[in-house]
Protein backbone atom coordinates (compact mmCIF):
# COMPACT_ATOMS: atom_id res chain seq x y z
CA UNK A 1 0.00 0.00 0.00
CA UNK A 2 1.48 3.35 -0.90
CA UNK A 3 1.90 5.65 2.02
CA UNK A 4 -1.05 8.31 2.87
CA UNK A 5 0.23 11.71 2.64
CA UNK A 6 -1.23 13.73 5.95
CA UNK A 7 -1.15 17.10 4.90
CA UNK A 8 0.07 19.44 6.99
CA UNK A 9 -1.83 21.31 9.84
CA UNK A 10 -1.76 25.19 9.32
CA UNK A 11 0.73 26.71 11.87
CA UNK A 12 0.53 30.04 13.23
CA UNK A 13 2.93 32.16 16.18
CA UNK A 14 1.29 34.87 18.23
CA UNK A 15 3.81 37.14 19.12
CA UNK A 16 2.71 39.62 22.59
CA UNK A 17 4.36 43.05 22.73
CA UNK A 18 4.18 46.50 24.31
CA UNK A 19 6.04 49.18 22.74
CA UNK A 20 5.03 51.42 24.83
CA UNK A 21 5.27 49.59 28.47
CA UNK A 22 3.22 50.23 31.65
CA UNK A 23 4.81 47.92 33.70
CA UNK A 24 5.75 49.19 37.01
CA UNK A 25 8.34 46.27 38.10
CA UNK A 26 10.60 47.18 35.25
CA UNK A 27 14.25 47.28 36.43
CA UNK A 28 16.30 50.78 35.62
CA UNK A 29 18.66 48.52 33.47
CA UNK A 30 15.38 46.86 31.45
CA UNK A 31 13.72 48.13 28.53
CA UNK A 32 11.66 51.13 29.23
CA UNK A 33 12.58 53.08 26.00
CA UNK A 34 9.81 53.10 23.35
CA UNK A 35 12.50 53.28 20.51
CA UNK A 36 14.50 50.67 21.71
CA UNK A 37 11.89 48.13 22.20
CA UNK A 38 10.26 48.84 18.93
CA UNK A 39 13.64 47.93 17.59
CA UNK A 40 13.39 44.48 19.30
CA UNK A 41 10.39 43.79 17.99
CA UNK A 42 11.23 44.89 13.87
CA UNK A 43 14.20 43.02 14.50
CA UNK A 44 12.57 39.65 15.50
CA UNK A 45 9.37 39.60 13.37
CA UNK A 46 11.12 39.43 10.02
CA UNK A 47 13.22 36.57 11.51
CA UNK A 48 10.12 34.73 12.23
CA UNK A 49 8.06 35.51 8.86
CA UNK A 50 11.42 33.52 7.26
CA UNK A 51 10.59 29.99 8.96
CA UNK A 52 8.67 27.89 6.56
CA UNK A 53 7.01 25.91 9.17
CA UNK A 54 5.03 28.98 10.01
CA UNK A 55 2.66 30.37 7.76
CA UNK A 56 1.06 32.99 10.02
CA UNK A 57 2.68 36.19 12.16
CA UNK A 58 0.45 37.74 14.08
CA UNK A 59 2.17 40.63 16.30
CA UNK A 60 -0.32 42.16 18.79
CA UNK A 61 0.57 45.32 21.00
CA UNK A 62 -1.02 45.35 23.80
CA UNK A 63 -0.02 49.46 24.34
CA UNK A 64 -2.34 50.43 21.54
CA UNK A 65 0.57 50.81 18.89
CA UNK A 66 -0.42 49.18 15.51
CA UNK A 67 2.74 48.21 13.46
CA UNK A 68 1.37 49.16 9.68
CA UNK A 69 1.02 45.51 7.98
CA UNK A 70 2.79 46.89 4.52
CA UNK A 71 5.59 47.36 6.52
CA UNK A 72 7.11 43.97 5.74
CA UNK A 73 6.24 43.22 2.31
CA UNK A 74 4.75 39.83 3.40
CA UNK A 75 1.46 38.31 3.14
CA UNK A 76 1.90 36.32 6.29
CA UNK A 77 2.15 38.97 8.25
CA UNK A 78 -0.96 40.26 10.66
CA UNK A 79 -1.16 42.87 12.62
CA UNK A 80 -3.69 43.76 15.75
CA UNK A 81 -3.18 46.27 18.46
CA UNK A 82 -4.66 46.65 21.96
CA UNK A 83 -4.83 49.37 24.83
CA UNK A 84 -4.15 47.54 28.13
CA UNK A 85 -2.05 50.61 29.79
CA UNK A 86 -4.55 50.41 32.78
CA UNK A 87 -4.87 46.73 33.17
CA UNK A 88 -0.56 46.66 32.98
CA UNK A 89 -0.70 49.54 35.20
CA UNK A 90 -2.89 48.14 37.94
CA UNK A 91 -2.12 43.86 37.98
CA UNK A 92 1.08 44.08 35.56
CA UNK A 93 2.17 42.23 31.88
CA UNK A 94 1.54 38.71 32.70
CA UNK A 95 -2.84 40.01 33.14
CA UNK A 96 -1.85 42.16 29.86
CA UNK A 97 -0.02 39.17 27.89
CA UNK A 98 -3.21 36.97 28.84
CA UNK A 99 -5.68 39.61 27.93
CA UNK A 100 -3.60 39.99 24.39
CA UNK A 101 -3.64 36.39 23.73
CA UNK A 102 -7.26 35.93 24.11
CA UNK A 103 -7.95 39.56 22.03
CA UNK A 104 -5.96 37.52 18.87
CA UNK A 105 -7.96 34.66 19.75
CA UNK A 106 -11.01 36.75 19.58
CA UNK A 107 -10.36 38.63 16.40
CA UNK A 108 -8.09 37.01 14.13
CA UNK A 109 -9.43 35.59 10.95
CA UNK A 110 -6.55 33.38 10.19
CA UNK A 111 -4.89 32.34 13.26
CA UNK A 112 -5.15 28.01 13.25
CA UNK A 113 -6.65 26.25 16.15
CA UNK A 114 -3.32 25.83 18.12
CA UNK A 115 -0.78 27.93 17.90
CA UNK A 116 3.22 28.59 19.38
CA UNK A 117 3.24 31.76 21.52
CA UNK A 118 6.24 33.83 21.77
CA UNK A 119 7.38 37.17 23.53
CA UNK A 120 7.60 39.64 20.79
CA UNK A 121 10.92 40.60 21.06
CA UNK A 122 12.66 37.29 20.91
CA UNK A 123 13.35 34.92 17.88
CA UNK A 124 14.21 31.27 18.51
CA UNK A 125 17.27 30.75 16.13
CA UNK A 126 16.54 26.89 16.42
CA UNK A 127 12.70 26.51 15.92
CA UNK A 128 13.12 23.98 13.21
CA UNK A 129 14.04 21.51 14.70
CA UNK A 130 11.85 22.17 18.01
CA UNK A 131 8.96 21.98 15.07
CA UNK A 132 10.04 18.82 14.00
CA UNK A 133 9.59 17.13 17.10
CA UNK A 134 6.51 18.35 18.77
CA UNK A 135 3.22 16.33 18.04
CA UNK A 136 1.01 18.81 16.70
CA UNK A 137 -2.25 16.82 17.19
CA UNK A 138 -1.37 16.45 21.23
CA UNK A 139 -4.33 17.48 23.49
CA UNK A 140 -1.73 19.61 25.89
CA UNK A 141 0.66 22.29 25.98
CA UNK A 142 4.19 21.76 24.60
CA UNK A 143 6.43 23.91 27.47
CA UNK A 144 9.09 23.58 29.26
CA UNK A 145 8.06 23.78 33.49
CA UNK A 146 11.07 23.91 36.33
CA UNK A 147 9.49 22.47 39.43
CA UNK A 148 12.38 23.21 41.78
CA UNK A 149 10.86 26.93 41.12
CA UNK A 150 7.01 26.15 40.46
CA UNK A 151 7.99 27.98 37.12
CA UNK A 152 6.68 27.09 33.56
CA UNK A 153 8.52 29.49 30.75
CA UNK A 154 6.18 31.58 29.21
CA UNK A 155 8.50 33.21 26.53
CA UNK A 156 7.89 30.46 23.62
CA UNK A 157 5.23 27.34 24.07
CA UNK A 158 2.66 25.55 21.77
CA UNK A 159 -0.61 25.84 23.24
CA UNK A 160 -3.14 23.99 22.35
CA UNK A 161 -6.78 25.50 22.40
CA UNK A 162 -8.90 22.97 24.37
CA UNK A 163 -6.71 22.28 26.98
CA UNK A 164 -5.78 26.27 27.66
CA UNK A 165 -9.92 26.97 27.69
CA UNK A 166 -10.22 24.03 30.06
CA UNK A 167 -7.35 24.29 32.58
CA UNK A 168 -5.88 27.70 32.28
CA UNK A 169 -8.30 30.44 31.66
CA UNK A 170 -10.21 29.83 34.36
CA UNK A 171 -7.54 31.01 37.42
CA UNK A 172 -6.00 33.24 35.04
CA UNK A 173 -7.22 35.85 37.70
CA UNK A 174 -4.96 34.83 40.08
CA UNK A 175 -2.32 36.27 38.35
CA UNK A 176 -0.86 39.63 39.34
CA UNK A 177 2.35 40.16 39.14
CA UNK A 178 2.31 42.85 41.98
CA UNK A 179 1.36 40.53 44.82
CA UNK A 180 4.24 38.22 43.18
CA UNK A 181 1.75 35.83 42.02
CA UNK A 182 3.09 35.58 38.22
CA UNK A 183 1.82 33.96 35.09
CA UNK A 184 4.30 31.66 34.74
CA UNK A 185 3.20 30.49 38.65
CA UNK A 186 -0.25 29.99 36.73
CA UNK A 187 1.02 27.90 34.28
CA UNK A 188 3.11 25.35 36.34
CA UNK A 189 0.06 24.95 38.93
CA UNK A 190 -2.67 24.27 36.18
CA UNK A 191 -0.59 23.13 33.30
CA UNK A 192 -0.74 19.72 34.64
CA UNK A 193 -0.52 17.43 31.84
CA UNK A 194 2.05 19.07 29.07
CA UNK A 195 4.81 17.77 26.75
CA UNK A 196 8.38 18.89 27.51
CA UNK A 197 9.66 21.48 25.25
CA UNK A 198 13.05 20.84 23.26
CA UNK A 199 16.08 23.08 24.41
CA UNK A 200 14.86 26.57 23.43
CA UNK A 201 18.09 29.21 22.45
CA UNK A 202 16.95 32.73 22.12
CA UNK A 203 17.75 35.69 20.41
CA UNK A 204 17.09 38.86 22.64
CA UNK A 205 17.06 40.22 25.83
CA UNK A 206 14.53 40.19 28.67
CA UNK A 207 12.37 42.92 29.45
CA UNK A 208 12.61 43.02 32.73
CA UNK A 209 16.64 43.34 33.05
CA UNK A 210 17.90 44.44 29.32
CA UNK A 211 20.30 41.50 29.54
CA UNK A 212 20.58 39.31 26.20
CA UNK A 213 19.52 35.63 26.42
CA UNK A 214 22.22 33.17 23.99
CA UNK A 215 22.95 36.35 22.14
CA UNK A 216 21.53 39.65 20.48
CA UNK A 217 20.18 40.30 16.83
CA UNK A 218 22.42 41.07 14.35
CA UNK A 219 23.78 44.58 13.15
CA UNK A 220 21.98 43.66 9.85
CA UNK A 221 19.01 43.12 11.79
CA UNK A 222 19.22 46.15 13.43
CA UNK A 223 19.63 48.41 10.90
CA UNK A 224 16.84 47.19 8.54
CA UNK A 225 14.60 47.74 12.01
CA UNK A 226 16.47 51.54 12.25
CA UNK A 227 15.51 52.24 8.48
CA UNK A 228 11.89 50.74 9.32
CA UNK A 229 11.67 52.83 11.94
CA UNK A 230 12.38 55.88 10.00
CA UNK A 231 10.87 55.05 7.22
CA UNK A 232 7.92 55.04 8.79
CA UNK A 233 8.27 57.61 11.23
CA UNK A 234 6.59 55.40 13.97
CA UNK A 235 6.63 58.30 16.81
CA UNK A 236 5.23 61.03 14.97
CA UNK A 237 2.49 59.27 13.19
CA UNK A 238 -0.87 57.91 15.13
CA UNK A 239 -0.40 54.11 14.74
CA UNK A 240 -3.15 53.66 16.35
CA UNK A 241 -5.80 53.90 13.36
CA UNK A 242 -6.47 51.04 11.91
Known amino acids: MAPIN ?3 RTMSIV ?3 SVIQSYRGV ?28 DHVVYCDASGIRIPEEIFENDKFESLSIDLHALTWER ?10 EYVMETSPYLSENFYKCTGRLFVPNFGDIHSKIDHFSEYYVIHKTPSREWADTRFYWLNRNYYREHIRPHLGENNDYA ?12 QQWNPMPMVSFIGRS ?4 TF ?13 MGLME ?10 KK
Open 6 to 8: IPR
Open 15 to 17: LTG
Open 27 to 54: MKTGLNNPRERLSDYLCAIPLWLECPEI
Open 92 to 101: GKGPSESRTL
Open 180 to 191: VVNIEHVHFRYC
Open 207 to 210: GHDG
Open 213 to 225: YDEDFTLESRKRA
Open 231 to 240: QYDFFKRNLT
